[in-house]
């Protein structure tokens, strides 16, 4: 009976081993798969890494080479110009802006000229230095600010221009007559001075009559006694 029990336990042993064998061998077999398809997806992805920093390097040197045409396209824009054309027209303006403040400090030492911002629509706008820097819109001047605007803007022009060509005479249409007497001497007094700095022939067309007394050279339009009216030099 012993014997026949050792012989039972011997076979049950060995088939026990034979399982483990063939289990562990599936395992390797899994395991051998596993390291295979892992080797694989390593070298795919040292390829894929390679193809990036290739991709990488080109889109630098890409970058480096589009760098002038965004420049040109932040500045000039497209085909038609319109983009430079307002970027030039700011340049002008702020050069306006700096020459007309120059020649309004002669007027008043309350206003400063100055582009609008982008939350403000007016085309210009003006800093009121009597209340503290307060910025509005140039509708809101009184008749006889407006023309010191006006006319700081005339001599500004006639000051940009300047550069390029030769401007020997400057005519000034009315204005006059919505000044104070203060004012106009100033406003006057200004011209005058531009006349002796600048070698300019200054004209102005006005029908106030205080004018008449500050300026020694006058064309004048009078009415005869027959209904005509003659041009007289004076």
């Known amino acids: 009976m012993d ?7 011997i076979s049950v042993e060995l088939d026990t081993l034979s399982t483990q064998e063939r289990d562990t061998k599936a395992k390797q077999e899994e395991i051998r798969k596993e390291k295979v398809e892992i080797s694989v997806n390593l070298a795919t992805q040292a390829q894929t890494k390679a193809v990036i920093e290739g991709l990488q390097t080109q889109l630098l040197i890409l970058e480096k080479d589009n760098l002038k045409w965004e420049l040109l396209d932040k500045y000039i824009g497209n085909a038609d110009g319109k983009k430079f054309a307002t970027f ?3 340049l002008t303006l702020s050069r306006l802006m700096a020459l007309a403040n120059r020649r309004l400090t002669d007027l008043s030492d309350r206003y400063l000229l100055d582009k609008p911002g982008e939350q403000e629509e007016d085309e210009l706008m003006i800093v009121d230095l009597y209340m503290g820097k307060e910025r509005r819109s140039v509708k809101t ?11 700081s803007l005339a001599l500004a022009l006639s ?6 060509i030769k ?21 006057l007094n200004t011209l005058e001075k531009l006349q002796q700095e600048a070698q300019k022939n200054i004209g102005i067309i006005s029908h106030v009559e205080s004018i008449k007394e500050r300026i020694a050279t006058q064309i004048r339009l009078e009415r005869n006694n027959r209904g005509f009216s003659q041009i007289v030099i004076h």
Request: proline share 2%; charged share 30%.
């Open 159 to 164: 000051d940009l221009a300047s550069k390029n």
């Open 141 to 151: 001047l009184s008749g006889g600010e407006t023309f010191m605007i006006s006319l």
């Open 88 to 90: 030039a027209q700011g």
């Open 167 to 187: 401007l020997e005479s400057l005519f000034i249409d009315e204005g006059f007559g919505t000044l104070d007497p203060e004012t106009l001497d100033l406003a």
């Open 3 to 9: 014997e026949v029990k050792l012989k039972d336990d």
